[in-house]
């Protein structure tokens, strides 16, 4: 199994620009998380999708942010306009019907200028 | 609601010496836990989990956990650390809380783990 692919593995941007980050879950799976780590506040979920539907949006921090699933093989978080303070690593994780266990994918590491 | 406290926000031992790495919890449900290694610039790895089988909890790597729900404790320990143990560890809870699609995880604030030669 591929695991959870995440695109791109590092992104350097200027403020004002748009970012689209990707990530591919692990076949089979019907759950997709996306978190945002940084030094000072950690790991923090921004979003939960069960079946390809928005569940708990609440750790979005704001309407700069979106998550979309399309289909339940391709999820994608946009910032748009991007701020130097939206630096962090980005992490999506799947996880089985029924399971617990969530599988990190290797993150995605954001940088705006 | 559910908490995780990681006692240690960095922790150094000498290579081949024991690892302990303590981890606290609350939680209103009978919670699973689960401990995760982040090497340097890598993703979060699943090293063990406890879902309400054995109290004792043997992962990868030689590591295991032993839950008591007396403490509420789910520490982390190996009995000689090797170089490649140097990473971040982060204790997580989840609660079986009611509804669809639950099981959302709660992660500690990490413990850095350092192994001198």
């Known amino acids: 199994d591929a695991g959870v692919i995440q695109s791109p593995r590092h992104e350097v941007t200027e403020m004002g620009q748009e970012v689209t980050l990707r990530c591919k879950p692990i076949?089979?799976?019907?759950?997709l998380f996306w978190y945002r780590q940084t030094m000072m506040r950690g790991l923090e979920l921004l979003i939960y999708?069960?079946?390809?539907?928005?569940?708990?949006d609440s750790g979005m921090p704001e309407d700069r942010f979106s998550a979309k699933m399309p289909n339940a093989s391709f999820s994608t978080l946009k910032i748009q306009p991007s701020e130097p303070r939206d630096s962090a690593v980005y992490f999506c994780?799947?996880?089985?019907?029924?399971?617990?266990?969530?599988?990190f994918g290797p993150g995605t590491r954001l940088l705006v200028l | 609601a559910q908490s995780v406290t990681q006692l240690d926000s960095h922790v150094s031992v000498s290579e081949g010496t024991p690892v302990l790495l303590r981890c606290n919890y609350s939680?209103?449900?009978?919670?699973?836990l689960f401990w995760y290694v982040q090497h340097p610039n890598k993703g979060l790895q699943l090293l063990l989990k406890?879902?309400?089988?054995?109290?004792l909890v043997k992962g990868i790597n030689g590591f295991e956990a032993e839950f008591k729900k007396s403490e509420t404790s789910f520490h982390l320990t190996k009995p000689s650390a090797h170089m490649s143990d140097a990473a971040e560890y982060f204790c997580?809870?989840?609660?079986?809380?009611?509804?669809?699609?639950?099981?959302?995880?709660?992660f500690g604030k990490g413990t850095k783990l350092s192994v001198i030669p």
């Open positions: 994780a799947s996880r089985p019907t029924g399971g617990e266990t969530q599988y």
């Open positions: 076949s089979g799976h019907n759950s």
């Open positions: 999708f069960n079946n390809n539907v928005p569940i708990d």
């Open positions: 939680s209103s449900y009978s919670p699973s």
């Open positions: 406890y879902t309400s089988a054995a109290t």
């Open positions: 997580v809870v989840s609660d079986k809380a009611s509804g669809a699609g639950s099981y959302q995880l709660t």
